[in-house]
T-cell receptor, first 114, second 114 residues
Framework: KAGVTQTPRYLIKTRGQQVTLSCSPISGHRSVSWYQQTPGQGLQFLFEYFSETQRNKGNFPGRFSGRQFSNSRSEMNVSTLELGDSALYLC?????????????FGPGTRLTVL | GNSVTQMEGPVTLSEEAFLTINCTYTATGYPSLFWYVQYPGEGLQLLLKATKADDKGSNKGFEATYRKETTSFHLEKGSVQVSDSAVYFCALSSSMEYGNKLVFGAGTILRVKS
C-alpha cells in the first residue's frame, strides 16, 4: 500500500505570495491532518479534515486554510506569506472518525519564504 | 490545555547503552499516548502507542508504559544502535477532543556513537 504522499517536497516563495501544498492520504483513509514544524515552535497542529469537512482547527491565523476533496486528497493554502511561515509542513492520514487512530505521516513539504 | 513535556537533548550515548527519554503530560480526560521518531529528512513514524493506563507499548526494542499516577510515558531501550540516531517525539491525543489531533512535545535528539 502506498504511503502518504506530499507535493511538492520543496518550495521557495517570497513574502506576500501565496502557496498551495498537496497531500494524498493512504488509500481508504478519510481523515487528513496538517502540522507545521519549525525549530522554534516545534510541531503544531494546523487543522484536520474528514469527509470534506474541517473537523478540528489549531491556533493559526486565517491566512492558513485547507480543503479536502471527495477522494480524500487535501490541500492547504497559505496566503500573504511571511518569513515566519518558513517550515516543514507535514500531512498525516488516518482511517476513520474514531479517536486514537494511528496517524501516518508523509515526508513533508519544506517551504522557504524569502 | 493539553501539553507534553520531554527531556531536552541532545542525548548522546555509546552503542549498546541503555536509553531513557522522559515524557510527562497534562491532559483532560483519558488521552492516548504515542512516541514518534523522525529520521533526517523524513516525516514522522509511529514508534509505539498506549491507549489506557498501565498499557505498555513496544516496538523494535523500544518500550514505554502509560503511568496515569505520574502522568508519564517514558521511552526506554535496553541497547541502542547507531541506527537509532534520530529525533524522538512524545505526543498525546485527547479523548475530550473530537477527531484526530496530536499534541507533541518539543522532541529529543538522540545521537548514538559507535
Amino acid at each position: 500500500k502506498a504511503g502518504v504522499t506530499q507535493t511538492p517536497r520543496y518550495l521557495i516563495k517570497t513574502r506576500g505570495q501565496q502557496v498551495t501544498l498537496s497531500c494524498s492520504p493512504i488509500s481508504g483513509h478519510r481523515s487528513v491532518s496538517w502540522y507545521q514544524q519549525t525549530p522554534g515552535q516545534g510541531l503544531q497542529f494546523l487543522f484536520e479534515y474528514f469527509s470534506e469537512t474541517q473537523r478540528n482547527k489549531g491556533n493559526f491565523p486565517g491566512r492558513f486554510s485547507g480543503r479536502q476533496f471527495s477522494n480524500s486528497r487535501s490541500e492547504m493554502n497559505v496566503s500573504t506569506l511571511e518569513l515566519g511561515d518558513s517550515a516543514l509542513y507535514l500531512c498525516a492520514s488516518s482511517m476513520d472518525e474514531q479517536g486514537y487512530n494511528e496517524q501516518f505521516f508523509g515526508p513533508g513539504t519544506r517551504l522557504t519564504v524569502l | 490545555g493539553n501539553s507534553v513535556t520531554q527531556m531536552e537533548g541532545p542525548v548522546t550515548l555509546s552503542e549498546e547503552a541503555f536509553l531513557t527519554i522522559n515524557c510527562t503530560y497534562t491532559a483532560t480526560g483519558y488521552p492516548s499516548l504515542f512516541w514518534y521518531v523522525q529520521y533526517p529528512g523524513e516525516g514522522l513514524q509511529l514508534l509505539l502507542k498506549a491507549t489506557k493506563a498501565d498499557d505498555k507499548g513496544s516496538n523494535k526494542g523500544f518500550e514505554a508504559t502509560y503511568r496515569k499516577e505520574t502522568t508519564s510515558f517514558h521511552l526506554e531501550k535496553g541497547s541502542v544502535q547507531v541506527s537509532d540516531s534520530a529525533v524522538y517525539f512524545c505526543a498525546l491525543s485527547s479523548s475530550m477532543e473530537y477527531g484526530n489531533k496530536l499534541v507533541f512535545g518539543a522532541g529529543t535528539i538522540l545521537r548514538v556513537k559507535s
